[in-house]
C-alpha cells in the first residue's frame, strides 16, 4: 500500500495571507502547508489498477491532484464535515469525466447530511444542472467495519472539540485527523500499526486539537512502528520543530510518500 500526503496544514493552510513569521517566510518547501488530506493506494486492485482511495475534499484539492499527478480516484472517506475537510468537493468532476465513472462516497451520518446541504446542487434534483455536477454515491457508515469496492475499513470515532470525527485504519496504516481526544474504546483498533498520522496542531494547547506534546504522549500510547503528525499550524517550522521530537515521530510534510 503507498500513501501520499496531499497536505499537511491547517484550516488557513501555511504560508498564512499577510504573515511574515519564520514559518510563512521559509524557503522550507516542507514548510508550504496545503489544507490535510491523503491519497492512498492499496493493495487490492479494481481493473488491474491499484484500488485508489482519498481521506477528505480539501479547498486544494485541484492543486493536489496537479501536484502529485493524481488521476484517478475510486472512493473519498470523510472524516468530518470542516470545510476545510470537504470543499474541494466539485474537483472531482475531472475524475466523472476522465474516467466516466462516479465516485463513492463515505461518510457518518452527520458529515454526510453536511455535505447534502453544502452541496444541495448535487444532491437536490430540482437544482439547475449547467456546467456539470461531480456524479458520486454518497454512503452513510456507522462505527463499524466497511467495504470500499474490496478494501476493508475500520472508522475509529473520536473528539475534536465538540465535533465527532472518523478516523481510519487500512491495513496496518491509520490516519486521525483533527483530534483532541481518543475514547479508550478505540485503542484496541490502533493496536500493530505500521504507520500512524495524527493530529499535531501546534505547541501551545488548543480546545479541539492535539498540542505537540499531547500528540507525542498519545502517539507513545498507540506506539505504532512510526508516526506522522499532521494539520499543523505556522507555529512550526519543520526543520527546527522535527530536531525536538522523539524518535520515530516525525512532521510529515505536503508530498511525503511512503509504503506500508
Ligand atoms: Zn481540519
Ligand atoms: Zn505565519
Ligand atoms: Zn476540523
Do not use: W
Amino acid at each position: 500500500m503507498k500513501v501520499t500526503v496531499l497536505g499537511s496544514g491547517t484550516s488557513q493552510g501555511v504560508p498564512i495571507v499577510g504573515c511574515d513569521c519564520p514559518a510563512c517566510t521559509s524557503n522550507d518547501p516542507k514548510d508550504k502547508r496545503l489544507r490535510v488530506s491523503v491519497f492512498i493506494e492499496t493493495d487490492i486492485k479494481v481493473d488491474n489498477k491499484p484500488l485508489r482511495i482519498l481521506i477528505d475534499t480539501s479547498p486544494d484539492f485541484r492543486q493536489q491532484m496537479l501536484l502529485n499527478n493524481v488521476t484517478d480516484i475510486d472512493a473519498v472517506l470523510y472524516t468530518h464535515y470542516h470545510i476545510d475537510h470537504i470543499m474541494g468537493l466539485d474537483d472531482i468532476r475531472q475524475i466523472n469525466q476522465l474516467h466516466r465513472k462516479h465516485v463513492e462516497l463515505y461518510a457518518n451520518s452527520e458529515t454526510a447530511g453536511r455535505i447534502r446541504q453544502t452541496f444541495s446542487y448535487i444532491f437536490d434534483e430540482n437544482t439547475y444542472k449547467g456546467g456539470g455536477i461531480p456524479l458520486v454515491n454518497l454512503h452513510e457508515i456507522e462505527l463499524k467495519p466497511f467495504d470500499v469496492l474490496g478494501q476493508n475499513v475500520i472508522p475509529i470515532e473520536y473528539k475534536h472539540g465538540p465535533t465527532t470525527v472518523y478516523g481510519f485504519r487500512i491495513g496496518d496504516f491509520a490516519y486521525l485527523t483533527d483530534c483532541n481526544f481518543i475514547p479508550e474504546s478505540e485503542f484496541p483498533k490502533l493496536e500493530g500499526l505500521k504507520v500512524l498520522i495524527i493530529d499535531a496542531l501546534r505547541y501551545r494547547k488548543h480546545e479541539t486539537h492535539f498540542s505537540v506534546d499531547e500528540a507525542i504522549a498519545v502517539s507513545h500510547r498507540i506506539n505504532a512502528g512510526k508516526t506522522y503528525f499532521t494539520h499543523m499550524t505556522h507555529d512550526i517550522v519543520h526543520a527546527e520543530a522535527s530536531s525536538k521530537l522523539p524518535a520515530n515521530i516525525e512532521f510529515a510534510y505536503d508530498g511525503l510518500k511512503f509504503d506500508v
